[in-house]
């Protein structure tokens, strides 16, 4: 079931990726990526491996994570972000599709062609769960706190990796369950300005 989950992430990511470069060569009036007014389509992906608050066990899993922000100051940016998660272990598999807002502050003028950042956000997920043959759906909210470094490799196009902490909060009727992950992620950024 993994090899189906991740063939068709990468297939979505390859249109969302397909979308940003095309589209990432209009002409705006903004003079450099960071610039007001400025905006980064584009996306990562990644693989984690989880640990459990009060629990031995392990998941591994991987992530699809297309983004949208604009600069709505220079180097200041805010945005959103669609999650695609697929995880499993060895008695259950989850599908998550969740969504949420973002803050960040990126680094670097008219003359730089690669820029860090740090940022934060907000996730909300609707999670679809197998757990030995029996199906469940419940709902994770999820913090993330981290930075990255985005390599502009040709105008309007770049390559960004970004380290994050991830705090998750997982409730049911019963109880709630926290966990973190520490999650290192690559992908392609469209940067969209003149």
């Known amino acids: 079931?993994?090899?189906?989950?991740?063939?068709?992430?990468?297939?979505?990511?390859?249109?969302?990726?397909?979308?940003?470069?095309?589209?990432?060569?209009?002409?705006?009036s903004q003079n450099f990526s960071t610039d007001k007014g400025a905006m980064i389509l584009g996306g990562t992906a990644s693989f984690t491996s989880e640990g459990f608050?009060?629990?031995?066990?392990?998941?591994?899993?991987?992530?699809?994570?297309?983004?949208?922000?604009?600069?709505?100051?220079?180097?200041?940016f805010v945005g959103g972000s669609l999650?695609?998660?697929?995880?499993?272990?060895?008695s259950f598999d989850?599908?998550?599709?969740?969504?949420?807002?973002?803050?960040g502050y990126a680094f670097g003028g008219a003359n730089s062609s690669m820029f860090p950042f740090l940022k934060a956000g907000f996730n909300y997920f609707?999670?679809?769960?197998?757990?030995?043959?029996s199906k469940s759906t419940s709902s994770i909210?999820?913090?993330?706190?981290?930075?990255?470094?985005?390599?502009?490799?040709?105008?309007h196009i770049g390559i960004v990796g970004f380290l994050s902490y991830n705090i998750i909060n997982q409730p049911n009727e019963f109880y709630s369950k926290s966990s973190n992950t520490i999650e290192l992620s690559f992908g392609f950024y469209g940067l969209i300005y003149k």
């Open 126 to 133: 609707s999670l679809s769960t197998t757990n030995n043959g």
């Open 83 to 90: 999650g695609m998660y697929y995880s499993s272990n060895s």
């Open 141 to 155: 909210t999820v913090i993330t706190l981290g930075g990255g470094m985005v390599f502009e490799i040709i105008k």
């Open 53 to 76: 608050e009060g629990e031995s066990r392990r998941s591994t899993s991987i992530m699809i994570k297309p983004v949208f922000d604009y600069f709505i100051m220079q180097n200041l």
């Open 1 to 28: 079931m993994l090899n189906f989950g991740l063939g068709v992430c990468m297939k979505k990511l390859f249109v969302i990726c397909m979308f940003f470069i095309l589209g990432s060569g209009f002409a705006f």
């Open 94 to 103: 989850n599908t998550d599709v969740g969504i949420g807002p973002e803050i």
